[in-house]
């Protein structure tokens, strides 16, 4: 069964900290990855799309990780600000069906002062 | 370029009530979806268009009905609402087959059934 799992379901963090969120995933075939950002009370944000050659990609204080081999990625944000206090869903692109995307439930981030 | 665009942003329905959630892109995107989103849990595709004139059902299509006549509009319907249905709806779009592109989602509708 294609799935996608995401840890911590929550996390509370003070500004400037470091943290890194979770995502482990059964989709088969796999074709990408993705992060998104969704603040509160809006639609998700596109962070950063993984494809199966790339280990590591950047976007600014986020850095997104793939390990295709054992199916795992980590998003890692750095310098947390408070603007960062949302939640952030993790997607894989995959399977065989025409419905091809398959989403996490997310991990609800807060940063607090 | 407003991107995705989702009216109404909040309504309430009685239980057998029926409406239509509006959902326009101005992007000239082939692909749109209707996702919801309930509580602790990952969007659900509800239905999906390749294009105008072509819809099939998702993950979740029961209760709910769309149309595609133009490629710019997407509208969702509910004909007979039920608590259940209580959620929040997303409409994305993407230029093609989201296996490479990146999909743009609109602000949601959040809708509550009583």
């Known amino acids: 069964k294609n799935q996608v799992e995401q840890s911590p379901q929550s996390l509370i963090i003070l500004e400037g900290k470091n943290c890194t969120l979770q995502?482990?995933?059964?989709?088969?075939?796999?074709?990408?990855l993705r992060w998104y950002k969704q603040d509160t009370g809006r639609g998700p944000v596109s962070l950063t799309i993984?494809?199966?050659?790339?280990n590591t990609k950047s976007n600014g204080r986020y850095t997104a990780t793939l390990d295709a081999d054992t199916k795992q990625s980590s998003l890692h944000i750095t310098a947390s600000q408070l603007s960062d206090s949302a939640s952030y869903i993790c997607?894989?692109?995959?399977?065989?069906?025409?419905?091809?995307?398959?989403f996490g439930t997310g991990t609800r981030l807060t940063v607090i002062p | 370029n407003a991107g995705v665009t989702q009216t109404p942003k909040f309504r309430i329905l009685k239980i057998g009530q029926s409406m239509t959630l509006q959902c326009t892109q101005d992007?000239?995107?082939?692909?749109m979806y209707w996702y919801r989103q309930d509580p602790g849990m990952g969007l659900k595709l509800i239905y999906y268009?390749?294009?105008?004139?072509?819809?099939d059902k998702g993950e979740v299509p029961n209760g709910y009905n769309v149309s595609r006549s133009t490629t710019e509009d997407f509208p969702l319907r509910l004909e007979l609402a039920a608590p259940s249905q209580t959620s929040v709806y997303f409409c994305?779009?993407?230029?093609?087959?989201?296996?490479?592109?990146?999909?743009?989602f609109g602000p949601g509708t959040r809708l509550l059934v009583l």
């Open positions: 994305a779009s993407s230029p093609e087959r989201t296996g490479w592109e990146t999909q743009y």
């Open positions: 995502c482990n995933y059964t989709v088969s075939p796999f074709s990408n």
């Open positions: 993984m494809t199966f050659s790339e």
């Open positions: 997607v894989v692109s995959g399977g065989t069906g025409a419905n091809n995307l398959f």
């Open positions: 992007m000239n995107h082939n692909y």
């Open positions: 268009s390749v294009g105008a004139g072509i819809t």
